[in-house]
């Protein structure tokens, strides 16, 4: 079955601390894969995305991320964190092809400690 | 830069209540999709939309939704008889037509059902 995995709910950080969030999936081919961040009562805004290619990507707001196909994941990083990149953190994966139904992790809500 | 705009932004109902939630996606996207988010879960995909007809619908788009593209412009979802567990945000998104695209978010639509 399709499934996206955010193993970590919440993520508590220190302001300028790098950080990292763990994405993994599975899905019966390689798939398109974004990251989405939604702040407190707004919408979804992508962050950034993966088709092909080079397998680290850059993003918005500094963010970067890394497609490991033998490891079936794509983890967001950002080297130093501000206190506004407090949010929540989606995952998704959708078909490169069809209909493209994106299916979305659980979210990761990440605190950033002044 | 366009957008995907919703209204309203937050709706409250009555139980059994019609509901209807609007939409209005980038002009030149050709694909529409209704996502829901209960509070504190994951994003859901409810259906897709295109050439003026849905393309897929999960489980939870039963009789009692609906999506119709009335104008050209608009994109709505219906839900006929709102039932309780209907309270969600619920989001509009939109994508060109064409490999290697993402999907584009609206800021959402919260409904609550009393």
């Known amino acids: 079955a399709q499934s996206v995995t955010q193993p970590d709910i919440h993520i508590t950080v220190s302001e300028g601390a790098s950080l990292e969030l763990r994405c993994n999936y599975s899905?019966?081919?390689?798939?398109?894969l974004f990251w989405y961040v939604q702040s407190p009562g707004q919408g979804l805004q992508l962050l950034l995305k993966?088709?092909?290619?080079?397998?680290l990507v850059q993003g918005i707001k500094g963010f970067e991320a890394e497609f490991k196909r033998s490891q079936s994941s794509f983890n967001l990083r950002k080297p130093s964190v501000h206190w506004s990149d407090a949010a929540e953190y989606f995952c998704?994966?959708?078909?490169?092809?069809?209909?493209?139904?994106?299916?979305f992790g659980t979210g990761t809500r990440l605190k950033v400690l002044a | 830069e366009p957008e995907v705009t919703q209204t309203p932004s937050h709706q409250v109902t009555q139980m059994g209540q019609e509901v209807i939630l609007r939409c209005v996606p980038i002009?030149?996207?050709?694909?529409f999709y209704w996502y829901r988010q209960i509070l504190g879960q994951k994003v859901e995909f409810l259906v897709s939309?295109?050439?003026?007809?849905?393309?897929?619908k999960s489980e939870i788009f039963d009789d009692q939704f609906s999506v119709e593209r009335p104008d050209g412009s608009n994109f709505t979802l219906k839900i006929r008889s709102t039932k309780l567990e209907d309270s969600a945000m619920y989001f509009c998104?939109?994508?060109?037509?064409?490999?290697?695209?993402?999907?584009?978010f609206g800021e959402g639509s919260r409904l609550t059902v009393l």
């Open positions: 998104a939109s994508t060109r037509a064409g490999g290697r695209r993402e999907l584009f």
């Open positions: 899905y019966g081919a390689t798939p398109y």
């Open positions: 939309f295109y050439n003026n007809e849905i393309s897929e």
């Open positions: 998704a994966v959708g078909p490169p092809s069809g209909t493209y139904k994106y299916i």
């Open positions: 993966y088709f092909s290619g080079d397998t």
């Open positions: 002009s030149n996207h050709l694909y």
